[in-house]
């Protein structure tokens, strides 16, 4: 995976064609439901049961390769933030890339529900450089319920990306990915063991603590949860005290939903020291999208504008993939 690269007419003429047609955007998610629920399941390109690891490899085209894994809460409300970004998708890979914060980018996408009690808790695609990634995004099913309990089976997504990703970016080069959460809610209190054997399919007899997940993740990856202003939990304190907890300035809140390719792309930006926070409000007023820079502007505040720098490099560890890690 990773090969190829991104072409906007052609995503400009897939969406007209669809239009034209009267064929969903996210045709997956409308098969679906038109089935019942019994038969609902993940595509199986976004099936995570039994995959050994998703990878981010560099190519003759890529070969600077940076892993960008964006997995959604796809419950209630927030099965609209996927729409959002797959009619912004040419924007935010053009922010990226066209304006020098990363070479290489890969983008993942994937879907995260209640293992407790949705069909499909939990979707994982294949990192793409190319229109691949439109057809990935759009293939997430949008299942809708969620348990209702202010939780999600966000620390299962967080299990899958340490236990189940290999990138070249750091077996190579010692660097860290970027995972993006989308949602809003909190982590389940105990990533339970049954839930990893039934979705994952990994031989693990004893739950884990989330936390220790997190902590684990955080050595390959810059980890972010974005709670963009979606429901009632927006203003919870609870939701922001235990974010702040696992990920401290990493939780961001996002008054415009419609701002979450911007935000990404801006948080990239600041992280790779390629621009601060006040250039990279420029660089989206230049690709139109200047509305959503106050939104941007807001939840990076607390971030900090960095100082642009030449991109830092490191020693590549001796590590053999993703059983490197180990959870406790």
């Keep these: 995976m990773g090969h190829g690269k991104w072409d906007d007419n052609a995503y400009a003429a897939a969406k007209t064609f669809?239009?034209?047609?009267?064929?969903?955007?996210?045709?997956?998610?409308?098969?679906?439901?038109?089935?019942?629920?019994?038969?609902?399941?993940?595509?199986?390109?976004?099936?995570?049961?039994?995959?050994?690891?998703?990878?981010?490899?560099d190519s003759p085209d890529h070969a600077d390769s940076t892993p960008i894994a964006v997995l959604f809460d796809v419950t209630g409300s927030m099965g609209r933030v996927p729409q959002i970004m797959q009619r912004k998708l040419g924007k935010l890979h053009g922010l990226i890339q066209r304006k020098g914060y990363l070479t290489d980018p890969q983008l993942l996408f994937g879907g995260i529900g209640d293992a407790d009690s949705d069909r499909v808790p939990l979707q994982v695609g294949q990192f793409e450089s190319?229109?691949?990634?439109?057809?990935?995004?759009?293939?997430?099913?949008?299942?809708?319920?969620?348990?209702?309990?202010?939780?999600?089976?966000?620390?299962?997504?967080?299990?899958?990306?340490?236990?189940?990703?290999v990138t070249d970016a750091w077996q190579k080069r010692g660097r860290k990915g970027y995972l993006f959460l989308i949602g809003d809610e909190l982590n389940k209190p105990r990533l339970e063991a049954r839930h990893i054997r039934r979705i994952i399919g990994d031989d693990i007899t004893q739950d884990i603590?989330?936390?220790?997940?997190?902590?684990?993740?955080?050595?390959?990856?810059?980890?972010?949860?974005?709670?963009p202003n979606q429901s009632s939990y927006y203003n919870d304190p609870q939701i922001a005290d235990h974010w702040r907890d696992l990920l401290g300035q990493n939780f961001l809140k996002l008054d415009d939903p419609g701002a979450v390719c911007e935000l990404i792309a801006a948080t990239i930006g600041l992280e790779e020291r390629v621009v601060d926070l006040d250039q990279a409000l420029v660089d989206l007023a230049e690709v139109g999208s200047a509305a959503e820079g106050e939104a941007v502007g807001k939840a990076l505040v607390q971030v900090g504008a960095r100082t642009p720098a030449t991109r830092r490099t490191a020693t590549p560890p001796a590590l053999d993939g993703p059983d490197d890690v180990t959870l406790s």
């Design 130 to 165: 190319d229109n691949r990634m439109d057809e990935q995004l759009r293939t997430i099913f949008l299942e809708g319920n969620g348990g209702g309990q202010k939780s999600e089976s966000y620390e299962l997504a967080a299990y899958f990306i340490a236990r189940h990703v």
């Design 209 to 227: 603590d989330p936390a220790s997940v997190y902590r684990e993740l955080a050595r390959k990856w810059h980890v972010y949860f974005v709670l």
């Design 18 to 57: 669809r239009a034209a047609k009267g064929v969903d955007d996210f045709g997956y998610t409308a098969a679906m439901r038109k089935t019942s629920s019994a038969n609902w399941k993940a595509d199986p390109s976004l099936d995570p049961k039994g995959v050994t690891a998703r990878e981010c490899r």
